[in-house]
């Protein structure tokens, strides 16, 4: 792709959403500005929210033994939806719904099954204690309860 098609294509983006803002707003009116600020505060709760929630997503993942990729991808495709939807215009709110509306993005997790200890087998082995008289040079002293 030349490099003067894709400056185009970039400084033709903010004309189409100006351009998509005025047809909104001679469609619905002053609903118009509602939604670009309903967008706006939709997406910085959106941006708070994933800020919060991508430790314990990336920890519970990776509890459960899945890869930490697919939470990383979750979040990052949230982050993405909360920009475009902070950023005013009708063609990043579409583009932000098709983020938010992809399969998997609030699938909740599975429940967690009950898994066996990690100490359910038994290690044979010997033992002796040793009560020395005194103690070992290098060692703590013995505490009798």
Sequence with gaps: MPAWLM???LLSFPVAEALSIFWLAGIIGW???VWL???F????????FERLAFAPRMLFNLQQGHSPFKALFTSTRLFMAGGL???PGL???VLALVLLLIPGTWKRPPA???EQAANDEVI????TREDAGEASPGSLPRRDN
């Design 7 to 9: 400056l185009i294509a």
């Design 31 to 33: 609903w118009a500005l």
């Design 37 to 39: 600020a309903a967008a």
């Design 41 to 48: 505060i939709g997406g910085l709760v959106l941006i708070r």
């Design 85 to 87: 939807l902070m950023f």
């Design 91 to 93: 063609i990043t709110d």
């Design 112 to 114: 967690a099954r009950p």
């Design 124 to 127: 044979e082995g010997e033992w």
